[in-house]
């Protein structure tokens, strides 16, 4: 069955690519790039329908490439990447819908980098083994450079963006090679199930390596400091641009701590738990106060997201059931909730040519749907009880709580400025006096018919895994039980 998926998604990106280079209608090119999407996500849906993940498992196959170096491309499923496959499949449909009407020219070139980047993608989280999931961690860089640089936003600023997010993210990724090479010198395998399982590292090398892929996984989450690159990305960013970064490629990051952080190095994060604990509160605090200081929408969400990374983070470093839970819950909801902000935005942008708050007011007199779509997600994000979002933070708070009360006490402040960002930005584009002589010119519509498909899954799904967390919750206990945390 794993060895008929793989086949599938190699085909699936074959055809893709042809269709792409030989059609020259360009409604039909689009259209044909949805489809092989949606086939994509639903041959995904069918293979972890039928996966049977009720007792702990992992299902690899794996392709030898040099036994003298004892290198295999090994390829798996588990009860951790399954969910964050569905998620990628679910969201690159919606991607290419957003893109409808806003990508203009060289269409080809675009549906050619979204479908590279979407297999990239679905390559790292399939991969098994660390060199390889390095190799395709690194690769989903060029793709959303050439997004960035193209297809920005702001001429001027765009390519200064796009060089910021390739220096910042390589650079600090330079040292997860490194460890990853060293770990192939002592163990001579780079293969994470035997890694995990069958090797013990030195206290002492532990200490390094963790760095090294702290900085690696960090710069993705990202970790604060490690943040800067990621509002300049999404300001400059076209809107499914915004959309694929925090819908996904955030979560490559988070995929890393989740996976092997805590497997390879536990004796070193114990010694440093505080630390990085500490780091990862004050990055929650601190964003989330400089969201509220923002007047550019997109950098209100910018820093939303990396606030909510770092709190997910937290979860994990808690090393406690509750909060690991919470912290797989928070990863999906966020990235349904953060991809419907970033397009929300993105429809405004569409409309006013403006992302400044100083030119918003009153919004609710004139597209009513807007606004209630925009409020419905602004609550999610704050974690309102509709939300996945809200069940997540509570189990993330409980296992805070068990390493140290006066964190979860400090916590409160995130959650304090969390709603007050998410408020005060709803508030100051919907309510207030209208601006009828800007706003009537416009706004001549509300959501159209695309924007209504993009939204209506979006919204569905979100408020499907309030009412249904057992889904989600299943799947990351099988695989908190099957590597041992």
Known sequence: MLEL??????????????????????????????????ILFFATTNFCWNQNFSTVSIKTFSVTLSKIFNLSLTIGIDQCNLMFLLLTTFLFPIVILASWTTIKFQLKLFYLFIAVLEYFLINVFLSFDLLFFYIWFEATIIPMFFIIIIWGSSKSNRVRAAYYFVLYTITLSTPLLVAIIYIYKLTGTTNINFLMYNVVLDSNVQKYLMLCFFLGFGVKLP????????????????????????????????????????????????????????????????????????????????????????????????????????????????????????????????????????????????????????????????????????????????????????????????????????????????????????????????????????????????????LFPNTLLQNIIMFILLINY
Request: charged share 10%; net charge positive; with cysteine.
């Open 223 to 466: 970790v604060f400091p490690l943040h800067l690159w990621l509002p300049e990305a999404h300001v400059e960013a076209p809107t499914c641009g915004s959309m694929i970064l925090a819908g996904i490629l955030l979560k490559l990051g988070y995929y890393g701590f989740l996976k092997f952080f805590w497997q390879l190095f536990s004796v070193a994060i114990n010694q440093y738990l505080s630390v990085l604990i500490t780091i990862c509160t004050i990055g929650c605090i601190y964003t989330a106060l400089i969201a509220l200081s923002q007047i550019d929408l997109k950098k209100v969400i910018a820093y939303s997201s990396v606030s909510h990374m770092n709190f997910c983070l937290l979860g994990i470093l808690s090393g406690d059931t509750f909060g690991i839970l919470g912290s797989f819950l928070m990863a999906i909801g966020h990235g349904i909730v953060s991809t419907a902000l970033f397009f929300l935005v993105g429809i405004l942008y569409e409309r006013t040519h403006t992302r400044l708050l100083d030119y918003y007011s009153g919004l609710n007199q004139i597209v009513p749907v807007i606004s209630y779509f925009m409020f419905m997600f602004i609550i999610s994000n704050f974690g309102f009880p509709i939300s996945l979002n809200f069940i997540a933070e509570l189990l993330i708070l409980i296992g805070v709580g068990t390493f140290s009360i006066l964190i979860l006490l400090s916590l409160s402040l995130y959650s304090v400025f969390s709603v007050a960002y998410n408020l005060w930005l709803y508030v100051r584009i919907f309510h207030g006096t209208i601006r009828a002589s800007v706003f009537s010119y416009f706004f001549r519509n509300d959501l159209t018919t695309i924007e209504l498909k993009v939204l209506i899954p979006l919204s569905l799904f979100n408020f499907l895994l309030f």
């Open 5 to 38: 998926f793989l086949i599938f998604i190699q085909l699936n990106l074959i055809l893709n690519i042809v269709f792409i280079l030989i059609v020259s209608n360009m409604r039909i090119l689009k259209v044909i790039n949805f489809l092989f999407s949606v």
